[in-house]
Structure formats: C-alpha cells, structure tokens
C-alpha cells in the first residue's frame, strides 16, 4: 500500500503539472510581452529557462488572459467601465476583489481561490512611471506598479478535484481489498498452522492419557506383589500376565507415536519398488487366514492386476495390517473380511471390505484423527490405541494416493485406497 501511495502521488503530481500547462502557457505571453516592452522592473519565475529562447508574443487580442492591475501602494486599480477598457488600446483588465500579495512576485504561477472560482496568476511588477491604465468611472489614467496576470482556472480545478477524488477513492477501495485479501489469505494460510497446533495439543493430551493407564496397571499390579513376597510365580500369574499386556501395548503405543513424529518432521521417506501385487497381497493375507479361522471369520482375497507396481512394500504391508486387524477386531464370528486389489484408470485400488459392526457418520469424520476411537470401552478391550488409521492416512499420502472410508452393504465398513501408478 506504500508503494501504491507513492504511485498515485507521483500520478496525480505529473496531472496537475500537465492540467495547468495550456494556462501556464497564456500567463507566460503576457509575462514575455512585457518584458521584450522593458517595461518589468525584474525577471518572474514563470519558465525562465523558456524565455531565454523567445516566445511568440501577439497581440493582446490573441490572448485569452487578463489583468489585475494595482498602483505603488498595493490598491487595485479598478476602472468602473470595464467594456471600454476592453475596447481600448490598453491591455484588458477586469474587475476582481483580489489583495496583491508582493511575496507572490518570488513565486511561478499559483492557482488562489475568489468569490467566483479559481484563477490561475502570475504576479508582475513594473518599472515606475511606464504603464498607465484608466482608473475609476471617468477613466482617468494612473500609473500602475503591480499586476496579476490571470487566466479562469475554475474548470481546471474542478477536474484535478475529481481526478483527486477518484485516485483517494480507488485507493481507499483497493486498500480496503487488499486488506481483505491479506485477511483471506493470512486465514487460509494459519489453517494447517492452526491445525498442527491443535493437533499437538490433543496429541500430548492424549498421549499422556494413554501412556498413565498402563503405567498405572503395570505400578498397581508391581506393588500388589510387593505385599506378597512368599507367594511364587505360579501364585502371581494372573498379575504378571496382564502387566505383560500392558507392557506390550507401551510397546506398541510407542512404536505407533514414533512412526507419527517421524511423518510430521518428513524423517521417513518412501521407497517404491517393482512389485508383484498378487504374491505380495497374498503372503500379507496368509497369517489372517489363519486367525480367521480361529475366529470363525472368513478372510478372502480377490486380485485383478496382471502387472508389476511400484509400491513402497513396508509401508504398504504395514497399512494392510492395520486395515487388517481393525476389520478382524471390530467384526463379529461369521462376519467376512476381503480385500481385494484392481486397476482403475491408471492407479491402483486396494480395498479392505468387511460385514463387522460398521462405523456411524459421525465418526467417519474423525475416524482418521489421531487417537479418536467410537468406544473406547471396545477399543482398549481389543488393545488399540486410537493411531492405527492415521498412519494408514500417512502412508497413503505418502503415496500421493486417497483413503476413503464407507458403508459396506448390508452391513459392515469399507476402507478404499487409491494409489497412482
């Protein structure tokens, strides 16, 4: 906006120097006209540097200024039959309550306000006894010391008004959307900002939370065990079973944080390789086939890619065990898990269906949030811990690809990943 200020200074200063050229030019004949008569008593600042060159002066019929004349005392000279005077051999005067101001005689042409407008005046002074102009109603000549050469500047300032206005006015508007601008953008920009704070904030407060209760179990259960000191391994077992548990889920909690601050901080890099999509999907589905029988679910893979893809194999091994034991975990016995891998315009759709319990709407919203589980209740249950599918998020970003998650019909929830080629 600085930079537009000076801008439309140094526009408006250059107009109003061109708009007051054409009037400047009518006061400068006169100037000259007297001065080639010797009858100036000292140069004026009205274009010097053109006046050493000449100017073409005329008749004062081909002139379109007038003349303000003043005697020694600074008095206006006015003379009452102002149509005489413009039919006499004098040079035109005219009849206007205007104060002589001698300091003017040191300036260029100056624009100053009157009763009817605005003149644009030259102020001249004369050598003594050389000019004599009528005076009064009876025209009775009287020798004059000072004048103001004007010409009607009063259309003049009126437009370098409205060209002044219009340059405030499409500054005001244009700084008034630029402000705008910067507010769109500034708030566009804090986005992420803002949600990456956010998002560290619940991750600490999370964090802590998930890190308290297993330490708590873990401390609880330890000193239990301290009040018992002839019981044997065999009497503590249940204690020292489900501290393990807790110690596992640590382990896998820790694992899970540090794979997440390795995505924020772009520690961890992806590393594609040709890849054979049916072999691959099928030694990931071999161990949950196995625990699908077990549960009594059945886990089916269909695979419809007749090439090799690019694929970073740990990372994708590692969104299909999480996609895995999510759809196993929160699906009932008899329920169906199938993944399935296809080509559709140039990517690659890998697609984990089941007919488990499904997911609300509301939570489809967060799901990919950090931490957020429907019920914790089930979730700690089954051991998880709320970061399973935001590093499946991660890894499919890191891919350039899209994680959508959605109904499965009758029953049951679909996570669909699609990965470019």
Same mark, same amino acid.
């Given at each position: 906006?600085?930079?537009?200020?000076?801008?439309?200074?140094?526009?408006?200063?250059?107009?109003?120097?061109?708009?007051?050229?054409?009037?400047?030019?009518?006061?400068?004949?006169?100037?000259?006209?007297?001065?080639?008569?010797?009858?100036?008593?000292?140069?004026?600042?009205?274009?010097?540097?053109?006046?050493?060159?000449?100017?073409?002066?005329?008749?004062?019929?081909?002139?379109?200024?007038?003349?303000?004349?003043?005697?020694?005392?600074?008095?206006?000279?006015?003379?009452?039959?102002?149509?005489?005077?413009?039919?006499?051999?004098?040079?035109?005067? =005219?009849?206007?309550?205007?104060?002589?101001?001698?300091?003017?005689?040191?300036?260029?042409?100056?624009?100053?306000?009157?009763?009817?407008?605005?003149?644009?005046?030259?102020?001249?002074?004369?050598?003594?006894?050389?000019?004599?102009?009528?005076?009064?109603?009876?025209? @009775?000549?009287?020798?004059?010391?000072?004048?103001?050469? =004007?010409?009607?500047?009063?259309?003049?300032?009126?437009?370098?008004? *409205?060209? @002044?206005?219009?340059?405030?006015?499409?500054?005001?508007?244009?700084?008034?959307?630029?402000?705008?601008?910067?507010?769109?953008?500034?708030? *566009?920009?804090?986005?992420?900002?803002?949600?990456?704070?956010?998002?560290?904030?619940?991750?600490?407060?999370?964090?802590?939370?998930?890190?308290?209760?297993?330490?708590?179990?873990?401390?609880?259960?330890?000193?239990?065990?301290?009040?018992?000191?002839?019981?044997?391994?065999?009497?503590?077992?249940?204690?020292?079973?489900?501290?393990?548990?807790?110690?596992?889920?640590?382990?896998?909690?820790?694992?899970?944080?540090?794979?997440?601050?390795?995505?924020?901080?772009?520690?961890?890099?992806?590393?594609?390789?040709?890849?054979?999509?049916?072999?691959?999907?099928?030694?990931?589905?071999?161990?949950?086939?196995?625990?699908?029988?077990?549960?009594?679910?059945?886990?089916?893979?269909?695979?419809?890619?007749?090439?090799?893809?690019?694929?970073?194999?740990?990372?994708?091994?590692?969104?299909?065990?999480?996609?895995?034991?999510?759809?196993?975990?929160?699906?009932?016995?008899?329920?169906?898990?199938?993944?399935?891998?296809?080509?559709?315009?140039?990517?690659?759709?890998?697609?984990?269906?089941?007919?488990?319990?499904?997911?609300?709407?509301?939570?489809?919203? *967060?799901?990919?949030?950090?931490?957020?589980?429907?019920?914790?209740?089930?979730?700690?249950?089954?051991?998880?811990?709320?970061?399973?599918?935001?590093?499946?998020?991660?890894?499919?970003?890191? *891919?350039?690809?899209?994680?959508?998650?959605?109904?499965?019909?009758?029953?049951?929830?679909?996570?669909?990943?699609?990965?470019?080629?």
């Amino acid at each position: 906006m600085a930079i537009f200020a000076i801008l439309a200074g140094v526009i408006f200063w250059n107009y109003s120097n061109s708009i007051y050229s054409n009037s400047d030019k009518v006061l400068e004949q006169y100037v000259n006209y007297y001065r080639q008569t010797n009858l100036l008593s000292q140069p004026t600042l009205s274009n010097n540097k053109k006046d050493q060159h000449g100017s073409p002066v005329g008749s004062f019929d081909d002139f379109r200024g007038k003349l303000l004349y003043y005697d020694k005392n600074q008095k206006q000279i006015i003379s009452e039959n102002v149509d005489t005077l413009a039919q006499s051999a004098s040079a035109p005067t =005219f009849k206007m309550n205007v104060a002589f101001d001698s300091l003017d005689l040191d300036l260029p042409p100056q624009t100053v306000k009157t009763s009817k407008g605005y003149i644009r005046a030259q102020a001249i002074k004369f050598k003594d006894n050389t000019l004599m102009v009528p005076s009064g109603s009876d025209n @009775q000549m009287t020798y004059a010391k000072y004048a103001y050469v =004007f010409v009607d500047a009063t259309d003049t300032v009126i437009n370098l008004r *409205h060209f @002044q206005d219009l340059i405030i006015w499409s500054f005001a508007f244009a700084f008034g959307l630029a402000v705008m601008f910067a507010f769109v953008i500034s708030r *566009h920009n804090m986005k992420p900002i803002l949600k990456a704070w956010q998002q560290q904030q619940d991750f600490v407060n999370n964090a802590a939370h998930e890190l308290r209760t297993p330490m708590s179990v873990i401390q609880g259960k330890l000193e239990t065990m301290l009040t018992k000191p002839d019981s044997t391994v065999r009497d503590q077992s249940e204690a020292i079973i489900l501290s393990l548990s807790e110690v596992r889920r640590l382990n896998s909690l820790t694992n899970n944080m540090l794979t997440l601050a390795k995505t924020g901080s772009n520690m961890t890099k992806i590393e594609k390789e040709p890849t054979d999509v049916a072999s691959f999907l099928n030694k990931i589905m071999t161990p949950y086939r196995e625990m699908g029988d077990l549960e009594g679910k059945l886990v089916e893979l269909d695979v419809n890619v007749d090439r090799s893809v690019a694929l970073d194999r740990k990372r994708i091994h590692q969104l299909l065990v999480l996609l895995l034991d999510n759809a196993l975990k929160y699906s009932d016995t008899g329920a169906t898990v199938k993944v399935s891998a296809v080509i559709e315009k140039k990517r690659l759709v890998l697609t984990v269906a089941d007919t488990g319990r499904g997911i609300s709407n509301e939570a489809k919203k *967060h799901i990919f949030d950090r931490f957020y589980r429907e019920d914790k209740t089930g979730n700690r249950e089954t051991g998880g811990t709320g970061l399973g599918l935001s590093i499946a998020e991660w890894i499919v970003q890191a *891919h350039n690809g899209r994680i959508i998650v959605s109904d499965n019909q009758p029953q049951g929830t679909i996570f669909k990943v699609s990965l470019p080629l």
